[in-house]
T-cell receptor, first 115, second 111 residues
Framework: AQTVTQSQPEMSVQEAETVTLSCTYDTSESDYYLFWYKQPPSRQMILVIRQEAYKQQNATENRFSVNFQKAAKSFSLKISDSQLGDAAMYFCAPTGGTSYGKLTFGQGTILTVHP | DTGVSQDPRHKITKRGQNVTFRCDPISEHNRLYWYRQTLGQGPEFLTYFQNEAQLEKSRLLSDRFSAERPKGSFSTLEIQRTEQGDSAMYLC?????????FGSGTQLSVL
């Protein structure tokens, strides 16, 4: 079973600046993936970035990157050069083992981007 | 790739009525998932299918809920004798590996 904690209910950032969203998790799986999803006001869940737990190298996807600390079970998301379209609810979610796709979502962090 | 499609987008029903939602996954995806999301919370896993087989069900899925995926294509989620506590967004997702692709959801309101 997995648990997820997103300790920042809300964050804000100025356009073009950088912001980091935090996430800690606990899992009994030895092999798993970690995801960040965003949910804009339309409520469609959109995959932002994925990290394989066995890889030490942090995943990067354009302006989005993660800081994955496996021993600490920490998985933060950094958004560089923030854009107005980044405003959304962001969810951290681990999965793994035979339960690929059975995601455990955190409570979410609402990100506001100021022009 | 036309994405995951869900129908209807919104459903308003009276307590005690039955409702059915449909999900059409991305065509080459063999796995299909149902999640439920209440306002201000993250989605919660309900159940998933690999092809036509329902492989796991959450304890959240009471006896009033039933899901099917005939022929491993589209899926339906039925809620019988709806209760006000069933009001939520019902999200469908599909995958071929570990990445899930979500539909836009069906927002259910039980009056």
């Amino acid at each position: 079973a997995q648990t997820v904690t997103q300790s920042q209910p809300e964050m804000s950032v100025q356009e073009a600046e950088t912001v980091t969203l935090s996430c800690t998790y606990d899992t009994s799986e030895s092999d798993y993936y970690l995801f960040w999803y965003k949910q804009p006001p339309s409520r469609q869940m959109i995959l932002v970035i994925r990290q394989e737990a066995y890889k030490q190298q942090n995943a990067t996807e354009n302006r989005f990157s993660v800081n994955f600390q496996k021993a600490a079970k920490s998985f933060s998301l950094k958004i560089s050069d923030s854009q107005l379209g980044d405003a959304a609810m962001y969810f951290c979610a681990p999965t793994g083992g035979t339960s690929y796709g059975k995601l455990t979502f955190g409570q979410g962090t609402i990100l506001t981007v100021h022009p | 790739d036309t994405g995951v499609s869900q129908d209807p987008r919104h459903k308003i029903t009276k307590r005690g009525q039955n409702v059915t939602f449909r999900c059409d996954p991305i065509s080459e995806h063999n796995r299909l998932y149902w999640y439920r999301q209440t306002l201000g919370q993250g989605p919660e896993f309900l159940t998933y299918f690999q092809n036509e087989a329902q492989l796991e069900k959450s304890r959240l899925l009471s006896d009033r809920f039933s899901a099917e995926r005939p022929k491993g294509s589209f899926s339906t989620l039925e809620i019988q004798r709806t209760e006000q506590g069933d009001s939520a967004m019902y999200l469908c997702a599909s995958s071929f590996g570990e990445k899930l692709f979500f539909g836009s959801g069906t927002q259910l309101s039980v009056l």
